[in-house]
C-alpha cells in the first residue's frame, strides 16, 4: 500500500501545484503516492455553500465552523482510518525530520488546511487533528504548509529519491547540519576545494566532513548541538 494524501482546502486548484513537478510529481505519476484534493465548500451550508462564521466573543475575521469541516473530514477520512490527520497551524508542534520520517513511513496523512482566523477550537479535539507548524511566521493559509509537510515525506519514500535521502549525513539526520558540498571547477574566483576532499582519503574525507558539520551547527544552531549532547547522555 502507497503512501495516500488526502487534502482538504479552500482552494483544491492549489494541488498538486508544485508537487506536480520534479522529483515528487514523477513519484506521483508511477503511483509512489497518491493526492486527492479536496473542497471544504463541499460541505459548506445553504445557498452559499458557508464554511466560515465570525469568532464566538467578537473580534476580527471568520473562523471555519466545526460542522462544516468535520463533515469534510468525515467524507474522506472515515473512523477507522489509519491515517493521522494533521491540521496546519502556527500553534502546532513544529514539524522537524524525525516526524517526517515517522509519517513517511505510514500510510499517509489527512491534511487540513486552515484559512481565515483558523478552525473552531471542538473539531480538533473531535476529530484528532494533530497540530503542526511549519515554522513561527503566520500564513495566510495551511495549503502551502501541506504542501510542505508532503514534499518533506514524499522524498523519503522508497525509490523516490534512491539512497540519498536516507543518508545518515543529511541534515538533521543525525542532529546536525550537513558539512558543505563542493564539485567542479577545483579553482573558480580564486576559491579552491579544500585540499583533504581531493585526497581520496577517505577516513580523511569522513573525519572533515563530521567536524565541519558539528562546527556549522554549533554556530548556526547551538539549539540542535546542545539537544543532541543531551540525548547521547540519555543513551
Ligand atoms: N489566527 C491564526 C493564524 C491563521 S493563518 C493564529 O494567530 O494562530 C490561517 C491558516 O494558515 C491557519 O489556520 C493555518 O492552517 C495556516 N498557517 C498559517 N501559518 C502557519 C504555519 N506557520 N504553519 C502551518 N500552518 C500555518
Known sequence: MSFRASVLTLFPDMFPGPLGTSLAGSALARGDWSLEARDIRDHGLGRHRAVDDTPAGGGAGMVLRADVLAAAIDAVSPADDPRPRLLMSPRG??????????????????????????????VIAGRRLE???????????????????????????????????????????????????????????G?????????????????????????????????????????????
Open 93 to 122: 508542534r513544529p514539524l522537524a525530520q524525525a516526524r517526517v520520517r515517522e509519517l513517511a513511513a505510514g500510510p499517509g496523512a489527512v491534511i487540513v488546511c486552515g484559512r481565515f482566523e483558523g478552525v473552531d477550537e471542538r
Open 131 to 189: 497540530e503542526v507548524s511549519i515554522g513561527d511566521y503566520v500564513l495566510s493559509g495551511g495549503e502551502i504548509a501541506a504542501m510542505v509537510v508532503l514534499d518533506a515525506c514524499v522524498r523519503l519514500l522508497p525509490g523516490v529519491m534512491g539512497k540519498q535521502a536516507s543518508g545518515e549525513e543529511e541534515s538533521f539526520e543525525n542532529g546536525l547540519l550537513e558539512y558543505p558540498h563542493y564539485t567542479k571547477p577545483r579553482d573558480w574566483e
Open 191 to 235: 576559491a579552491s576545494i579544500p585540499e583533504v576532499l581531493l585526497s581520496g582519503d577517505h577516513g580523511r574525507i569522513a573525519q572533515w566532513r563530521r567536524a565541519e558539520a558539528e562546527r556549522i551547527t554549533r554556530e548556526r544552531r547551538p539549539d540542535l548541538m546542545t539537544r543532541r549532547e543531551t540525548s547521547e547522555k540519555g543513551d
